[in-house]
């Protein structure tokens, strides 16, 4: 049995911390949207026992959370299968566009279809909250709210039609030392509390990453409808609302930060979109 998806990276269109919790985490709130920049998830099912993940992404940060994604799907259904999941990246890592929480989605959603019996929506978004704190937004998708340390996932109203022009530097913004430097002196917050691109983590991120500056003002200064960092880092992006536009940004950022990938993308309505099976 096989099931192969696209899971979709995110940006933080606007991102408040509140605070350490009693559990470690951070009290966060913030705005989500999902875009078509996107990982090939293929997940096989099969007799026998163990859990194998192919990654085109050699040098993983952190956990593989794709793999216990399967392991905890598999231990709340008490079933024993040998699962091969194969990931292509198409999604840069450690830029705080949430690829390795996207693709523990899509894992999840893959299994509970492969391996009965089904598990109720909540239930999955549980299972996905307790994988990582970004997984859950990735059951739902499109334009969210995120409260909590991230679990609490509320969609919200309309479909957003900016197009977003995203540059990831050539670096990366480990979170721990970006919310230890957050901790050690909390920036205010620049504009009004909800205003579309503003990052509570911007600041400790370029204390952290000083160079990240350069990047940061580049995309800033593209003229587009707002700008931001997405998560801690290291990407960042800028919206536009006409195609042309955007795909104008891109062009000229490509020529001028040609150590970054540049990508233009597009809003989705999901998080994860399982492909039709391909013909014989």
């Given amino acids: 049995m096989r099931a192969t998806s696209l899971a979709f990276a995110k940006l933080n269109l606007f991102l408040a911390v509140h605070g350490r919790r009693e559990d470690g985490f951070h009290e ?31 040098d993983i940060p952190g956990p593989d959370l794709a793999e216990r994604a399967a392991a905890t799907c598999l231990a709340v259904k008490e079933v024993s299968l040998h699962v091969e ?27 509970d279809r492969l391996v009965p019996p089904r598990l109720a929506d909540e239930e999955l978004r549980k299972l996905a909250a ?10 739902v998708g499109g334009c969210v709210r995120i409260t909590g340390r991230g679990e609490i996932v509320e969609r919200l109203p309309g479909t957003r039609r900016e197009r977003f022009v995203v540059v990831v530097p050539p670096m990366r913004c480990p979170t721990a030392d ?17 205003a579309l691109g503003s990052n509570d983590l911007l600041a400790p991120a370029l204390a952290v990453r000083p160079q990240l500056r350069r990047y940061e003002e580049a995309v800033a200064h593209s003229g587009g409808l707002y700008s931001g960092m997405s998560g801690s880092g290291s990407s960042f992006y800028v ?29 989705t309505c999901a998080g994860v979109v399982e492909l039709e099976p391909e013909g014989p």
Avoid at 49 to 56: D, F, L
Avoid at 130 to 139: A, M, N, T
Avoid at 244 to 254: F, H, I, K, Q, V
């Fill in 28 to 58: 966060i709130e913030s705005i989500v949207q999902t875009i078509d920049l996107a990982d090939r998830i293929e997940v096989d099912v099969r007799p026998g026992t163990g859990i194998v993940v192919e990654n085109t992404l050699a």
């Fill in 85 to 111: 999941i194969r990931i292509q990246k198409g999604i840069p890592a450690g830029a705080g566009l949430g690829g390795g929480s996207s693709d523990a989605a899509a894992v999840l959603q893959s299994l």
């Fill in 130 to 139: 307790g994988i990582g704190s970004d997984v859950p937004l990735f059951l």
């Fill in 178 to 194: 970006v919310y230890r430097a957050w901790a050690a002196h909390r920036p205010p917050r620049p504009g009004t509390a909800s």
């Fill in 239 to 267: 919206a536009f609302s006409a195609e042309d536009r955007a795909d104008t940004c891109g062009r000229e950022l490509r020529e001028t930060l040609p150590e970054c990938a540049v990508f233009v993308c597009g809003p």
